[in-house]
């Protein structure tokens, strides 16, 4: 499926969003990355301090993949091609 929508707007929408998730949990877990809860050890979150701020975690995931994100819309071109 292919969307179109508004470069600029995409990036405003993005900025926006990393503006929000910035102030969740006292501010995000920079450290902090994705992972499955199915097959990581508690003892190893733990460690990583996971369970000390979990809403600051999960900010901090979040800025990282929207950083990504945003960085790929940035660097994309305008233009799309068939």
């Known amino acids: 499926m292919l ?3 508004s470069k600029e ?3 405003k929408f993005l900025k926006a969003e990393l503006k929000a998730w910035e102030k969740v949990g006292g501010g ?3 450290l902090a ?3 499955d809860p199915k097959t990581t050890d508690p003892k190893q979150l733990r ?3 996971y369970f000390d701020n ?3 975690w999960i ?3 979040r800025i990282k993949a929207l950083m990504e994100l945003l960085e790929q819309v940035e ?3 305008t233009i799309a091609k068939r």
């Open 3 to 5: 969307i179109y929508y």
């Open 9 to 11: 707007d995409l990036i």
């Open 28 to 30: 995000p877990n920079l």
């Open 33 to 35: 990355f994705e992972f």
């Open 47 to 49: 460690e990583l301090g």
């Open 54 to 56: 979990v809403d600051s």
């Open 59 to 61: 900010a901090g995931a």
């Open 75 to 77: 660097n994309t071109d």
